[in-house]
């Protein structure tokens, strides 16, 4: 099973509204990844978790906060947003950070931000 | 550093014939170098990866890919076209000294008609 699930499908927030975004997988991944991408662009990194610590942040704003409570589990929250934040949000996980791991990607949440 | 260049923004076959989309890396060092597929409003699909040995590698949907380190390219290629092929892909890098990240590029628009 290479499934990455990620919760919702779908959000559509208010610049002052805080939201959070859900990623899960259950294949004992040990790296997990966010990615931000914009309309036929490629996927940009935003941040990277390896062992359930933040190992690499791509210079996000700090209005969007990752979290990491478990090694299943990948939160993003949102707050504060701007318009130009609307984007397919990525969620990816690979067995190990280091080396040719596979990133298996999740669906993605399509946000808008009003 | 690191890249990635796709150099066709879109490649247009006939269903039936053969395809290839491009891809060019540059590294210093030994490259990881994979193929992903994203169809419309879905996250990305793994088709393959070249680590090492055999420079002609297979995945999934029966697409696959040639490394040449000559040339330093890593062409995605398919026999044989077929409409549910069109998709949007990306060719993407890994080095071997960085284990932090890959670099996507900018994607190629596979259409392929009837």
């Known amino acids: 099973d290479t499934e990455v699930t990620q919760t919702p499908k779908h959000l559509v927030m208010g610049m002052t509204n805080k939201k959070s975004l859900k990623c899960e997988q259950h294949m004992g991944h040990r790296a997990m990844y966010w990615y931000k991408q914009k309309a036929k662009k490629p996927p940009e990194l935003m941040f990277v978790y390896s062992y359930e610590k933040l190992s690499i942040n791509e210079s996000v704003p700090s209005r969007f906060s990752p979290e990491c409570p478990n090694s299943s589990l990948l939160n993003l929250h949102l707050h504060a947003l701007q318009p130009e934040d609307s984007a397919l949000y990525l969620c990816?996980?690979?067995?190990?950070?280091?080396?040719?791991?596979?990133?298996?990607f999740g669906p993605g949440t399509r946000l808008t931000v009003l | 550093a690191q890249s990635v260049a796709q150099p066709e923004d879109q490649v247009n076959v006939a269903e039936g014939n053969p395809l290839t989309v491009k891809c060019t890396y540059s590294?210093?060092?030994?490259?990881?170098l994979f193929w992903y597929v994203q169809y419309p409003n879905r996250g990305l699909q793994f088709l393959l990866k070249?680590?090492?040995?055999?420079?002609l590698v297979k995945g999934s949907y029966g697409f696959e890919a040639e490394f040449n380190k000559s040339q330093t390219s890593f062409h995605l290629k398919k026999p044989s076209a077929l409409v549910s092929d069109s998709a949007l892909y990306f060719c993407?890098?890994?080095?071997?000294?960085?284990?932090?990240?890959?670099?996507f590029g900018s994607g190629t628009r596979l259409s392929i008609r009837p």
């Open positions: 993407a890098v890994r080095a071997y000294s960085s284990a932090s990240k890959i670099i």
């Open positions: 990816a996980s690979s067995q190990d950070p280091s080396g040719a791991d596979t990133q298996y």
């Open positions: 070249y680590i090492t040995g055999d420079n």
């Open positions: 590294v210093s060092g030994n490259p990881y």
